[in-house]
């Protein structure tokens, strides 16, 4: 039996590329419509209901779990489909969509990501939050781009330190050029609708959490903000990609940006940008 010596930041991360690579080489397979549209008929301890592609990307994911518990780390899977899985610690927590923008894939729009973070603190599986995150990666497997970050280590697209301006574009009225939504229902939208007005020159509704904090992250939006409650397996990685990108996050309450749990239920709206004052402006763009 291998020695349980826990796993570097680098070592989780070349992991989580791997189960990326294993989940977008199945889905590129996966070609007809009736194929990619197809439900399992249960619905994930996530809410959502699942899709085989959605099972079958966990199924994967697991695989490298299972092998990294096998060389000897040791950790709790918080999973959107699975939910919690015990792999022998409670001080390590691995927080995971299978397939973040799940409509996307189905769909056969581009932009749908594996998400995967990693918290260590004691008892982070019970009582951890965004705060405890350490590295996470975010894989885009639309144009295949692999965001990375380390906790006080730096922020990576495709190994490449992450460059991006410390302020927001804004037009000459003002506003915010470019802010990704997500939750974007209509009635979701139509609630935003003033604040929206108020803050925005246009929008982008990617449909993925996971990657519109990224785009915040390269500087590719100046802000994103989900309209309604999101769940930490949505955010976990992305929200320290942008920290780590010189950016800010919160969930909700910009007194206590990042205390936010990591489980399967919905909390406060993620919303994200490039500064300070940016933040204070896309957190108005929530309802929920
Ligand atoms: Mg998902």
């Not at 079958?56 to 697991?62: C, G, H, S």
């Not at 490449?160 to 009225?173: D, F, G, K």
Request: net charge negative; hydrophobic share 45%.
């Amino acid at each position: 039996m291998a020695s349980s010596v826990q796993p570097a930041p680098e070592t989780w991360i070349a992991a989580f590329n791997r189960a990326a690579d294993r989940v977008r080489d199945r889905l590129s397979e996966v070609t007809a419509d009736a194929d990619r549209l197809a439900e399992t008929g249960t619905t994930g301890e996530g809410g959502d209901r699942t899709l085989v592609i959605d099972a079958e990307a966990e199924d994967l994911i697991f695989a490298e779990l299972d092998a990294l518990h096998e060389q000897g780390a040791r950790f709790t899977a918080l999973s959107e489909e699975r939910g919690t899985v015990d792999y022998g610690s409670p001080d390590v927590l691995l927080v995971i969509d299978p397939i973040d923008g799940s409509m996307n894939a189905k769909r056969g729009m581009p932009h749908h990501a594996v998400s995967i973070a990693v918290a260590e603190g004691p008892a982070v599986a019970t009582t951890g939050t965004m705060a405890d995150v350490v590295c996470g990666l975010v894989a885009d497997l639309g144009p295949d781009e692999r965001w990375t970050a380390i906790r006080g280590a730096g922020a990576w697209l495709d190994g490449a330190p992450i460059v991006a301006a410390a302020e927001e574009r804004l037009t000459s009225a003002g506003k915010l050029e470019l802010v990704a939504i997500e939750s974007a229902h209509p009635a979701h939208v139509m609630a935003s609708g003033e604040a929206l007005l108020e803050h925005v020159h246009r929008l982008r509704a990617v449909g993925a959490i996971a990657i519109s904090l990224c785009a915040v992250a390269g500087g590719r939006c100046d802000g994103m903000a989900s309209l309604w409650r999101c769940r930490a397996v949505d955010a976990a990685a992305g929200q320290l990609i942008v920290r780590e990108s010189g950016g800010h996050v919160a969930f909700g309450d910009l007194d206590a940006p990042l205390d936010s749990p990591l489980d399967l239920v919905a909390h406060g709206p993620v919303v994200a940008a490039r500064s300070a004052a940016g933040l204070a402006r896309v957190a108005q763009l929530p309802h929920g």
